[in-house]
């Protein structure tokens, strides 16, 4: 038997129906924890997602990258925001990062990412409204909000979550779950997340003096492993840098765009008036994906260096 | 208009221009910009750099345009215009050669999407640049 005939079982429905069970976990802890309005928020967006694919794609059933996407998008929206946010969130993605660009395995953005800078250009008071109007005495004004809480809460309780910024931050050891059963069933390449989560550590080490964080308070700082676990990170290291048809598809290319993106991140979140910029980073390292592969192919064809598929 | 929407047009404009490699020539305009205005002999506000850029690459003259409206005050700026144009447009080449590719439906195809792009791009970069 020889290579045409080889298939190792793994369909497009199947790393779907994957993703969309990696995703779950994080689901239910955003429900759990910030209640129908988490629910209303995922619920707005993922039907708007598929009215808005089956207007312009004319089928009836949307295919499960459609939920994907909706249920990415609705995950990066702030918690306690309006209903309508999760609408347009999922026309956005579906519209902009999807089907203007060509389409399922055409998109050049992650259409989550883009639907989240798109919003935050947008409706930036409804993007970031988060902190004060949501502390109920379950949830605290995320670590990342600027001036954020006074007193510094332990890493270890940083990763249980329970902080009130988007609704993927309810609890950040589910997007860890959810992401190391992508990586077990090999869905992510392990590269992606190892490598941004390594970046986004070695940046926080690098970038550490208080002075230049810009409104955050300075325990934040202190520690590279506050800042793997708050934020976007988690979300960015496993679910929208390993989108395989927006990453590159060399494995050089894949660690230089994953170290791209988590050192955007850190700059923005250090040196700028935004809490995070996960999203914004992962755009760019997405338009930097042709580019590094094909300084990636240039570089295996001069030298013969290949790494391990 | 700000330095990087200057720098981002620029690099903008450059997906509607013919690619040739001169075309980088453009990047030194804000430098000339900064070295004649900061030089003693400058009796007026000549565009120096967009004049070089008509010279060196006619095609490509608008950009040097743009380039020299971001007007640098110093030559750090003058630098941070010159690699953010240099930077957005290379990216801009790679995302274009993807674009081409993509089967766009046809009400966007060429000039839209490819604004698009950028549109979504310029959003991304802002903070960075912030920074």
Redesign the interface.
Known sequence: MQAPFLHSGATTRHLMQDVLLALAPTCLASVARHGSSALLLLVATGVSACLVNGLLTRRATPDGSVLITATVAALMLPAGGPWWLGVVAGAVAIV?GR?????LG?N??NPAA?SR??L??IFPAEMFTWGPRFVDGVSQASPLFKPGPATAAPSLELLWGGWSCTLAEAAPWTVVLGGGYLVARRVADWRIPLTYLLTTATMAALLEPGARMAGHPSWVGTDPLRHVVVGGTLMGAFFLMTDPVTAPFTPLGRVLGTSLAAT?AM??R?????PD?TA??V??AN?????LD?WALRLRAETGWRTRP | MTLFDAAFLAAALTLFLPRERRLWLVAAVPLLDCAWRLSSFSPSRIPVGALFAAVVSPPHAACGLMLAAASPRGWTEALGVAALFVVVGVLLLGVDARLERAPVPLPLRGAPIRLLACATLYFAFLPVTLS
């Open positions: 902009v089907w203007a660009f060509g389409g055409y050049l953005f883009l800078a798109w935050m250009a955007l700059l923005i250090f040196h700028t008036h935004l910029g914004l980073a755009l760019v338009a930097s994906a042709p580019l094909r």
